[in-house]
């Protein structure tokens, strides 16, 4: 193999528990055994690391596949002891009134778990960002354990939650684990993270796609050749592996439809996406602000669980019991359209109260299945009134309810791709991936013009952190563009011919060429691309063409600017490399260029520096 795995760890990890000396010699030499075996097997048919990662990528998906079983069957066991057998033995008068009072125990339930096993904040999504971007995907076992239980709570109670976000961090723990017993380097263990939440949303919402999208988007923040192959494979098994336990459970049953003129509705949609994109900014502030709204609650912590699943149960008994659930994944049909519209909008606020309060009074769990419910009943409620509105059978309500769920999780996750994924494996209707595309962009970006952070970035920076595409910012701005300059090119100059911008090409590792002055102005530089245009029409030109005259303005980059500013110029304009100057006599002239690869380099070293 290219890049072998190092042999495995077989000593105790912080969340092993004590052993007696004999029986840890015998646990260590039997894995080391095994291990030994597996290596050697691998070595024998000279994969190189990718494929190794795909093996044990599969191997993530199907651990994780069977942690989501146990979770759903842990949910059942909740909904079981706090629902339904205290409702058997209830009067009939009494069934009214017992959902407030049954969710508001279950809510202190989760609450007494993560009071009693000391559990850190944390244990969600953006606590499994954190750990990619800043711990080498280091996650502790004990507490997501200790959350999952809380979590399994509050689902079977009736609170508002989701449950992909407990089994995206069960897969990621379980990746970690895996990855961490084995001494996985700490790239490769990033990797085997991602891989554990890709199968956890896969086997939740039975969308390999989406679990796949979600852990790159989210987790990992990166599209990268060497995470996608195993992140796929580890999704594709996490669904198959739920899928014979719990059957092809769909989220929701795809309602019918007539497909409006597509033109037309290209020019109404825009509207939903920009309803989404508010209605999503004031989620996302809600979300933020209920856990110092519980705080200023009067007398003891134990106090604010139980107003919590008060208000809670209030809620689902004044919408009907329409938005009480099990904690298994599915979305009421009347939320497409067979209701009023001011009923559908009713629901829309009634939800977004719920899931604050529930998650912001002492529950635990997720955010993205609550997001579909509010995207539904949002979209759904609009697609009523704008049919009433606008003649012509026009605006179908049903589809704008399946496209504003894509629109509600962009804008309150500041995640489009996954949200066009997971909405597109739940229709399997091609017609809907225009005007999923459509929604997820127009509310993502006004989501992030009315709303700074969306609820997994919005955790973070509560916690003083900030994170974007795996990347700490935090560290970034402390970095300046000096620190990670590649001051050693050679520029060309203005009068440089052909040849010679051939042979700068061949010794430079960069993809420009910077053309520069005598007296070290810079005047532009120059692509490989075109370059390569340039000899194409080389026999025409003949020795006519010079540097100058390929060389495209850029707007350079002051030493004195932070990493972070750097990288977004570079984002900004899509270019891999930027050139750097420096004052010199109150004058710019070029000191170096700045490439991605350098500002990795350099916040690699600063991450390690810091440990």
Known sequence: MSDPLPAPDTGSTPDAPPVSGAHARFRAGAIERVWGRALRWLERRDWDEGATLMVFGALVGLVTGLSVFGFYRLIDLANLLFIRLPASRLIRVAHALYQPVLTAIGLWGAWYVVRRSRLPDGQNVPDVQLAVAKRDGHIRTRPVIGRTIASAITLGSGGSAGSEGPVAVLGATVGSALGRRLHFQPRHLKILVGCGAAAGIAGAFNAPFAGAFFALEEVLGSFSVGAFSPVVIASVVGALTVRPLLGEHSVLRVPSYAEPHPVLSALLYPLLGLAC?????????????????????????????????????????????????????????????????????????????????????????????????????????????????????????????????????????????????????????????????????????????????????????????????????????????????????????????IDRLVAAAAATRHGVIPVVEDDGALVGMISHHALREALVARGDLGGMLLAEDLAEPADPLWQSQSLREALAAMNARGLDALPVVEHEDGTPRFAGLLSRARVLEAYERALTSAV
């Open 277 to 497: 994109g508010l209605v999503s900014a004031m989620y996302s502030r809600m979300y933020l602000r209920a856990p110092e709204v519980s705080r200023r609650l009067p007398g003891p912590d134990w106090v604010r669980p139980i107003v919590g699943g008060v208000l809670t149960g209030v809620i689902i008994l004044l919408t009907g019991g329409l938005l009480a659930g099990n904690g298994h994944l599915a979305l009421p049909q009347q939320l497409f359209g067979e209701l009023a519209w001011y009923t559908l909008l009713a629901i829309t606020l009634a939800k977004i109260i719920a899931t604050v309060v529930t998650l912001g009074f002492g529950g635990s769990g997720g955010v993205f299945t609550p997001t579909l419910v509010i995207g539904a009943a949002l979209g759904g409620g609009l697609g009523v009134l704008g049919a009433q509105i606008v003649p012509g059978h026009i605006i179908h309500p049903a589809a704008w309810g399946l496209v504003g769920m894509a629109g509600m999780v962009a804008g309150a996750t500041r995640a489009p791709l996954t949200a066009i994924f997971i909405v597109f494996e739940m229709t399997d209707d091609y017609n809907f991936v225009v005007p999923l595309m459509i929604v997820a962009v127009v509310a993502y970006t006004t989501a992030k013009r009315f709303a700074p952070y969306g609820l997994y970035d919005g955790w973070l920076a509560q916690k003083g952190e900030h994170l974007s595409h795996g990347v700490d910012l935090a560290v970034m701005d402390g970095l300046q563009v000096r620190d990670a300059i590649d001051d050693d090119v050679r520029p060309v100059g203005p009068g440089a011919t």
